[in-house]
């Protein structure tokens, strides 16, 4: 069975302590790995696509890595404006989304 | 741009009523996608168009449910009957080919 899994389900960091987020995903016929963030009471807002094994892509504080079998979201020195959900979504064949459950992360100032 | 419009933000409702969730999605996308949000069961995609054709409605939970995309700047999805259950916080989302996709606000549905 298609599975994503995200770890940990909360994260609570202080200004400025770096950490990773991650997403194992266990699905037949990889198309793409994507990377949301969501705001309380909004939709998810797109950060990043990953398409093969060894692809990293930055933006700002983050950035996304992959590999044959999960993806991490790494954050450095984040600021409490960075406090969001972010989910993981895989693409598989036929275009079939799988989100996993999200990582809820609480920074503090 | 607008980005993906929703309407209406908010719905409460009658167990038993019909319900029509709206969307516009964004100008010069080909793929409309509507999900929907619980705590329980996280994000579910419940069915997409591509070009205005239903490809794939594997994940509409029941025949209460269904979905149509008219043109290429308008989607429904209605619910008829409602039941408390499918309370809930619906997306919708577009992209452009295969690529990233662009959510709604979303409209939060309670069944009573």
């Known amino acids: 069975e298609d599975q994503v899994t995200q770890s940990p389900e909360a994260l609570r960091l202080q200004e400025g302590e770096s950490s990773s987020l991650n997403c194992s995903y266990t699905v037949s016929g990889l198309r793409g790995l994507f990377w949301y963030r969501q705001d309380p009471g909004k939709g998810p807002e797109f950060l990043f696509t990953?398409?093969?094994a060894g692809e990293e892509k930055e933006k700002e504080r983050l950035k996304a890595t992959l590999t044959k079998k999960e993806s991490f979201l790494h954050i450095t020195a984040p600021k409490p404006e960075d406090s969001a959900t972010y989910l993981c979504a895989v693409h598989i064949a036929g275009f079939k989304t799988i989100f996993g459950a999200g990582t809820r992360l609480f920074v503090k100032a | 741009d607008a980005g993906v419009i929703q309407s209406p933000r908010h719905e409460v409702t009658e167990m038993g009523q019909e319900v029509t969730l709206r969307c516009k999605p964004i100008s010069g996308h080909d793929y409309l996608f509507w999900y929907r949000q619980t705590m329980m069961r996280g994000l579910e995609l419940l069915i997409y168009?591509?070009?205005?054709?239903?490809?794939?409605d594997s994940g509409m939970p029941e025949d209460r449910f269904s979905a149509k995309m008219p043109n290429a700047s308008f989607s429904t999805l209605k619910i008829q009957p409602s039941e408390p259950r499918d309370s809930a916080v619906y997306f919708c989302?577009?992209?452009?080919?295969?690529?990233?996709?662009?959510f709604g606000p979303g409209t939060r549905l309670t069944v009573t």
């Open positions: 989302a577009s992209s452009r080919q295969k690529v990233e996709q662009y």
């Open positions: 990953l398409y093969s």
């Open positions: 168009f591509n070009n205005n054709v239903p490809i794939d």
